[in-house]
C-alpha cells in the first residue's frame, strides 16, 4: 500500500472527492489495514472514476481553485469532515455532496470563486444538517 504523505490537493482531490475513500476508511476503522486485493478494488475505482469525463471538469476546476488559494492542511482536513458531515445525513455519497458545492462556487462571482469561499459554503451546509 502506498504510503507517501499527499499534499492538501492531493489530499483533497483523492480523499475527499473520489468513492474510494469511504471504502477504505471503513475497512481501516473496522481492521486497521487493507488488504492488497482491497487496495486493487479501490485503486481501480478510482481509476474508472478520473476516466469517467463527467468527473474531468470538476477535477480540473477543483486543481485551478486550490492552486490559485493553497489552503492549509487544516482547512482541507474541515472541508472534508464538513462533506462527510453532510453526506452521512442526507445518506448521499460525499462525491455528489462535493460536486454540488462546487457547482454552487462556480455560479457565484469569479472573485468569490476561493477555497476559504468553498470551506464557508460547506460549513453552513453542515451546520443545517447537525
Do not use: W
Amino acid at each position: 500500500m502506498d504510503t507517501t504523505k499527499r499534499s492538501p490537493i492531493d489530499s483533497l482531490l483523492f480523499a475527499t472527492f473520489l468513492k474510494g475513500r469511504t471504502s477504505s476508511r471503513e475497512i481501516l476503522n473496522q481492521r486497521g489495514e487493507i488488504s492488497p486485493e482491497e487496495n486493487q478494488k479501490i485503486i481501480e475505482e478510482t481509476n474508472e472514476i478520473i476516466n469517467d469525463d463527467s468527473t474531468y471538469p470538476f477535477i480540473s476546476y477543483l486543481s485551478d481553485l486550490l492552486a490559485k488559494s493553497k489552503p492549509s492542511d487544516e482547512a482541507v482536513k474541515k472541508l472534508h469532515d464538513c462533506i462527510e458531515k453532510v453526506a452521512v445525513a442526507l445518506g448521499q455519497d460525499s462525491t455528489d455532496v462535493f460536486r454540488v458545492l462546487l457547482a454552487k462556487l462556480i455560479e457565484e462571482p469569479e472573485e468569490k470563486q476561493t477555497f476559504d469561499r468553498l470551506l464557508e459554503m460547506a460549513e453552513k451546509f453542515a451546520a443545517k444538517h447537525e
